[in-house]
């Protein structure tokens, strides 16, 4: 049986390797789209374009537009009036927009206040929050305010806020749960669409075998290509830390694979072509991923998502993945993680085991 079994699994491997398109598939999602999803997804203020109009005529105005430089913002461009001001907000050549009023440098040197209108882009929601937190900490920083306590800022386990460190591991946590979806699904639909799907049903072979055979090569397929993307993404391009144990991580890859393959069973099942499986895969990641924590932190949902949250394996992988890379947490606490990959993963993969096996 162990013999059967390693050979219906090399035969698998075999086969991925023969089909070019799906190779290609599999290394663009796990090099070039976390690459480009941790270089092109920036939730730091970065290049806003800055517009500013200016009746004060004086040198205030001018000390705090100073201030307004590289990578946070590009240089502020002045425009003539509030309406020419507020067009180029409209047709978004401008996120924020400074006025400067006639009584603003009067107001400052008289009582040692004023008031500055800000117009802000808000949708580009995030970007024009971060904005004007910057632009609040340049106007403190400038009026020279002094506070009876003393704010000494700690950043624990990214120090610098890197967006690239979050958004790379996201992204290869989320292509692993799409990848293992299709993977598994296509090794079955593909039989059917070749037409060998009876001459499977009639080799000498346990179905059970066969099945467990088949979702195992994609299972180590998928481990494999996290392996890569760690390595070449992950710390090459992005020098992202591993404050835990890697060990453990690929541990943790492999365990949410077979939860992966489970749906795939279960996609397998009820599709007949490889374009009903891509429609019901991306129908079924889409929920999986917005319950994540991947796009949306789990505490920042409405409180009925959060416990439906609970039910989605790759919440666990996530958490458990940023706590070994990021948090260095030992094994001894890493059980939360493992116990809800393992207990869901089994769940899902003994249910699309058993409803790919009744085609049997």
């Known amino acids: ?50 517009g500013f109009v ?66 802000l882009d808000a949708t580009a929601a995030a970007q024009g929050y971060q904005a004007l937190q910057y632009l609040q900490n340049i106007l403190i ?10 704010l000494k800022i700690h950043k624990l386990f990214n120090p610098n806020s890197t ?51 088949k979702s195992f090569s994609q299972v180590l397929i ?12 992950l710390f090459g391009a992005f020098g992202v830390p591993m404050n835990g144990s890697f060990f453990a991580f690929m541990l943790l890859s492999f365990l949410y694979a077979f939860t992966s393959a489970g749906i795939g069973l279960f996609v397998a099942a009820v599709s007949k072509s490889m374009m009903e499986v891509a429609q019901l895969a991306i129908l079924i990641m889409m929920p999986l991923i917005f319950l994540s924590g991947a796009w949306t932190p789990i505490h920042a949902m409405a409180p009925w998502l959060q416990k439906l949250s609970l039910i989605s394996p790759l919440r666990y992988y996530i958490e458990g993945s940023e706590s070994i890379f990021f948090r260095g947490t030992a094994w001894v606490d890493l059980w939360p993680y493992f116990a809800g990959v393992t207990l869901l993963g089994a769940l899902v993969y003994l249910y699309g085991f058993r409803k790919i096996g009744r085609l049997f």
Not at 29 to 44: C, H, M, N, V, W
Request: hydrophobic share 50%; no cysteine.
């Open 54 to 119: 200016d009746e004060t005529g004086g040198g205030i105005s001018t000390k705090i537009l100073d201030r307004l430089h590289m990578p946070q913002f590009k240089p502020p461009v002045p425009f003539n009036s509030q309406k020419a001001l507020y067009r180029a907000i409209r047709n978004r050549e401008i996120m924020v927009g400074l006025i400067f009023d006639q009584d603003f440098e009067k107001s400052f040197d008289a009582t040692g206040r004023a008031q500055l209108n800000v117009l």
């Open 163 to 213: 967006t690239g460190w979050f958004m790379s591991l996201a992204e290869m946590l989320s292509m692993t749960t799409l990848l293992g979806v299709i993977l598994t699904a296509a090794v079955f639909v593909r039989e059917k669409e070749q037409g060998t799907w009876d001459m499977m049903l009639l080799m000498p072979v346990d179905p059970k075998l066969i099945i467990l055979a």
């Open 222 to 233: 998928l481990t494999i290509g996290v392996f890569i993307a760690t390595g070449i993404i």
């Open 1 to 50: 049986m162990i013999r059967t079994f390693t050979t219906l699994v090399a035969k698998e491997i075999i086969g991925f390797f023969r089909a070019w398109g799906l190779v290609a598939v599999v290394l663009y999602a796990f090099t070039l789209d976390i690459y480009i999803a941790g270089k092109g997804i920036e939730l730091q203020a970065k290049n806003v374009s800055v």
């Open 141 to 150: 920083d400038f009026s020279d305010i002094t506070f009876p306590v003393a």
